[in-house]
């Protein structure tokens, strides 16, 4: 979708230090954000500040964060994957089936995390393999997947969990801190370590800065990119798996439309949604400040239809701010 | 490139054809020209809406918001039904068209001077016009009783044995192929979608014309908004959601390049009828019409493989063609 920009001098060259400069600058940006929602957040509602609370809050976000990881280094790659919650449909209504053969909560973990993998399997060949766009693969497989799930639930629902499947979405670790919310910090240090600190992680800017200049200096691009969509799979299974155990039901159109909030996420944690630059902790403060708004505005009686104007709002502007805000600088320098 | 654009929607009829033909081996009933007419009334507002998305895409944008445009426009037309009933019916309509084409223009004005992609935009405007649609209406549902019967009767009405509704699809077909076709404009979708670089040596403000293809498909949004809540008397929040993803289905299914630049009037329409007739068939062969939606997630898979071929085929052309010279 996207294309280089038409006049040949604002051609960005992201290796420049003031690019890294202004990158840096949004994360410290976003921390801004979060204190200052988290502040009045405090102020508006009395009932914010409490640790049982704001444990609940956290569940607005982790399962969709944990699929932001994955999607980041995706769009950082140059690509999209918009199948991610109808993957979620899929593994719920797969584990669903395993328990009506009565399966118990080992073997399910496995069938979502399976079918995770394998959908995204099925996007990472058709992308990598038959080198076809990404951006309308996964539209096609976004049907296909949530369609095969309305297939074999329609109008019904699976109910029935074993009791201790519903530790993954309702259990604690330790005092307010919830398994999800473990499984989400430790994800974030992997995804952070992944990105930041392995040659994969360099790779998978190297794609998405130049992806011929990428295969030319020997890295595997149709392998990475596989993996990529593989990840983004998996990382689908288990936010699937969480979310199964939190509902303790499975009906076809069980996360529906969360794939523009996890891109949302994405892009507002300074992720260009052209490619080339993000970095994981930036979607972790991202995932945060929009966990906390929701939240904010839950208790405050908003209505969920509102927050997604405000999200809509947010997410254009988290673009065009700095787009505007490069041009006042361009004006100021000349 | 024309010959390979023919064989795309000479096999979209070859594929119709011979799905009217499996169906009519269980079903003889679906080809009688009553019913054909019937399935060409109820593609008749995809149609409308595949037209718009095609000029954008082919100047390399997506237009995700066209749904949620539609549902804003028609919650609208509505409204202005239900609290000045008096208002005729043409003047609704033009307001909505005027609406529609105005909500269009917010994402190209974003695309055009913020240079924002325009997959963000109209993602972020897609849940912005739907939440407006909550703030005005509250919520509340707008029902045929609240209607006048001049508004629910316009799509309905007989005119030399079709629906107005489908009069008004073919009148935008045709429109939209002289536009293509006939006038400058059409061709610098073309151009731009082909080649920004090239276009804009010939003189083509690239971001303009992504401008003008944004109103377009707003405006027949607009339109298309006015024909759904009359045709299905009924106006809340959440008519169409989803649709967005019907309408890019119906472009890639007739041979329009997500990549820009290839496409044409006639695979729209062509694609467009595909996806109808399926939905068409299915209630009537006994397949679940829960099983639309992976059949719908299948075909687009297969139309942007077939896509993708078609595309490879031409650049092996043009390759020769250079080593010739």
Known sequence: ?334 | MTKILKYREILLVIAIAALLVAITLRFPGFVAPANLARVYNDTSILIILALGQMAVILTRCIDLSMAANLALCGMVAAMINAAFPEVPIPLVIFAVVILGAALGSINGLLVWKLDIPPIVVTLGTLTIYRGTIFLLSNGAWINAHQMSDAFKALPRAPLAGLPVLSWLSVLAIAAVYLLMTRTPVGRAFYAVGGNPHAAVYTGIDVGRTRFLAYCLSGALAGLSGYLWVSRYAVAYVDIAAGFELDIIAACVIGGISIAGGIGSVPGAVLGSLFLGVIKNALPVVNISPFAQLAISGTVIIIAVAVNARAEKRKGRVILKKAEAV
């Open chain 1, 1 to 334: 979708m996207a294309e280089a920009h038409l006049s040949p001098r604002a051609i960005p060259d992201r290796l420049q230090s003031r690019g890294n400069r202004l990158l840096k600058s949004w994360e410290s940006l976003l921390l801004v954000v979060a204190v200052l929602v988290f502040t009045i957040n405090s102020f508006a509602s009395p009932y914010f500040l409490d640790p049982w609370n704001l444990s609940d809050a956290t569940f607005n976000f982790t399962e969709k964060a944990m699929i932001a990881f994955a999607m980041a280094l995706v769009i950082i790659a140059g690509e999209i994957d918009l199948s991610v919650a109808s993957i979620i449909a899929l593994s719920s209504t797969a584990m669903g089936l395993a328990v009506s053969f009565g399966f118990d909560t080992p073997m399910l973990v496995v069938v979502g995390l399976g079918t995770g993998v394998l959908c995204g399997a099925i996007n990472g060949l058709l992308i990598t393999g038959l080198g076809l766009p990404s951006i309308v693969v996964t539209i096609g497989t976004m049907s296909l997947f949530r369609g095969l799930s309305f297939i074999i639930l329609g109008d019904k629902a699976f109910t029935g969990y074993p009791a201790s499947f519903a530790y993954f979405g309702q259990g604690y670790v330790w005092w307010v801190f919830s398994f999800e919310l473990v499984l989400f910090a430790v994800f974030a240090v992997i995804y952070s370590v992944l990105l930041h600190k392995t040659n994969f992680g360099r790779a998978v800017y190297a794609i998405g800065n130049n992806q011929t200049a990428a295969l030319f200096s020997g890295v595997r691009v149709g392998r990475v990119k596989f993996i990529l969509f593989l990840l983004t799979g998996l990382m689908a299974g288990i936010a699937s798996i969480c979310l199964t155990s939190r509902l303790g039901s499975t009906r076809p159109s069980i996360a529906l439309g969360v794939e523009l909030e996890v891109v949302t996420m994405v892009v507002l944690g300074g992720v260009s949604i052209l490619g080339g630059s993000g970095t994981v902790p930036g979607v972790v403060l991202a995932a945060f400040i929009m966990g906390m708004v929701t939240f904010g505005f839950g208790l405050l009686n908003v209505p969920g239809i509102v927050m997604s104007i405000f999200v809509g709002v947010l997410l254009i502007s988290v673009i065009a701010l700095p787009i505007l805000w490069a041009r006042a600088r361009r004006r100021v320098a000349h």
